[in-house]
Structure formats: structure tokens, C-alpha cells
């Protein structure tokens, strides 16, 4: 019978223990976690311990329930977005998003519409329009191995969508920031603003999430050579889902020194 000791909450303790062994592989992602009752037994407590540790792991995101089947372990491992090098993969004629899905070996699908609408007060100050102009959106649901995993929507200004041709789903080999590039108005700086925010009604029903897991909101703004505008992107993924990376190098610094 595996052991638990004070002082910390045994539902605490059990939690790390049924983690640790995920993370080994004795729960394969995908598996089911063995019931209440088995669990009980083996920990030598009440199914209410059991219930309140699984909880803490359903909060992570960790473990998923799925009504009348059981506890099931996260299919998709967390996968990483590296800021830094993801447009590199672009310019390679690959999406940033299938190179970070190929890392894990994960197959990556996505969806596309394409909407009109009125610049809100934060599109309007982002894309230096004014409020209420039309902007083209194009909105996509990212899947790793057919599980939701991301939303991402960008604006850009009819004007601009329409002279890139990017008004329709499919915008050929490289997307939208290779239609702007073929327009001139090619992406050249990127800002990004994270924010680590409650889900939307919408964003949770999307990502299949529990309640009160927070989600990544990263905001995106890409401007070209005259540092004006031409993107903005509002990517949206599950905190437990996703691992943001930032990398960069003080090599300067030690030249100069």
C-alpha cells in the first residue's frame, strides 16, 4: 500500500504521487486513472481525498474527466511556442505552428473563416485606424492530433486584406504574412504582450476546459519597414496547455566589453 505522511494534506500528497507517475509514463496520455475505489484502497483513504486530489489535477490541467467514462490522463503533451524562432520557420516555407507540432510528434490540422467587422477601440489603437472602420478578420482553430489546443484571430484593414488578396480561407504557400510581403508591406517588427487571463464562455467551450483555468491571451502586433502597422493577432490557449518561450543573447554586451 503506498504511504502518505503529515503535514501535508494527504489529497495534496496523493495529487504529487498520481502526478509524478504521468509524468513517468505509468498513466499513458490518453489512459484512464484507475477509479475512486481502487484509488481509496491503495492510499488507505476516503473517495472524498481521492475526489479532492483529482481535483487539484483537473485544475492543472493535468487529468481530464469525461462524464460516465472516468478520469482520463491529457492526451496532448504541453507544447512549447517559441517566440523567437518561429517566424525563421516561416521564412523556411513552414508554419510556426506544424514545426512546434512536429516536435512532438503531434499532428497538427486547423480551420479557417473570414469575417468583416467594425474596428473595436483596441483594434482601431493597435492598427492606427479609426473606430468603426472595417477590418478583415481571419479566424483560426488550431488542433493537435484533433484536440483543441488554440484560437487565434487577425485583423487586418479591408484595404490591406483586400490588396493582399487574403479575403478568402486559403491564402496560398506561407499565408497572410506572405501575401503582405507580396504587396510590400512585409512584417518586419513584432510586439508582443502577454496576458494570463480567465477564459471567455466561448474560449473555454473551444479548448474543453475546466472551470477556472485561466487561458494565455498573446497579442500580437506585426508592422512592416515603416514600422506602421499591417497585423494584429490575438492568439488564445489553455495556461496548462502551453509553455511560452522566450530566448535571446547578450552577445553585444560582451563584445563591447
Not at 473606430?131 to 479566424?139: A, F, H, I, K, Q
Not at 484571430?153 to 491564402?171: I, N, R
Not at 485561466?214 to 497585423?231: Q, Y
Amino acid at each position: 500500500m503506498a504511504s502518505v505522511e503529515a503535514p501535508r494534506p494527504k489529497f495534496a500528497q496523493i495529487a504529487d504521487i498520481i502526478r509524478d507517475r504521468i509524468q513517468r509514463g505509468v498513466h499513458a496520455p490518453g489512459s484512464p486513472l484507475p477509479s475512486e475505489p481502487e484509488l481509496s484502497r491503495e492510499f488507505g483513504v476516503s473517495r472524498i481525498t481521492i475526489n479532492r486530489a483529482v481535483g487539484v489535477l483537473r485544475s492543472e490541467g493535468v487529468v481530464r474527466v469525461r462524464r460516465g467514462k472516468g478520469v482520463f490522463v491529457r492526451s496532448v503533451p504541453v507544447i512549447t511556442r517559441t517566440a523567437t524562432q518561429r517566424y525563421a520557420a516561416r521564412d523556411k516555407g513552414r508554419g510556426a505552428y506544424d514545426v512546434e507540432l512536429a516536435e512532438l510528434g503531434l499532428e497538427p490540422h486547423w480551420t479557417v473563416t473570414v469575417d468583416r467587422v467594425p474596428a473595436s477601440a483596441q483594434a482601431a489603437d493597435l492598427l492606427a485606424v479609426e473606430v468603426g472602420s472595417e477590418l478583415v478578420v481571419r479566424r483560426r482553430r488550431f488542433f493537435a492530433n484533433d484536440q483543441p489546443v488554440q484560437l487565434a484571430d487577425t485583423y487586418l484593414t479591408a484595404e490591406l486584406a483586400e490588396k493582399a488578396g487574403v479575403t478568402e480561407p486559403d491564402t496560398g504557400s506561407g499565408g497572410t504574412y506572405s501575401r503582405l510581403a507580396d504587396v510590400g508591406r512585409k512584417p518586419i517588427y513584432f510586439t508582443e504582450d502577454v496576458t494570463c487571463r480567465g477564459a471567455t464562455q466561448n474560449e473555454a467551450t473551444f479548448l474543453d476546459m475546466e472551470p477556472n483555468q485561466p487561458v494565455f491571451e498573446v497579442l500580437l502586433v506585426a508592422s512592416g519597414k515603416d514600422h506602421r502597422p499591417v497585423a494584429v493577432t490575438q492568439h488564445v490557449m489553455a495556461g496548462h496547455q502551453w509553455r511560452l518561450r522566450y530566448d535571446w543573447s547578450n552577445q553585444g554586451e560582451e563584445q563591447a566589453e
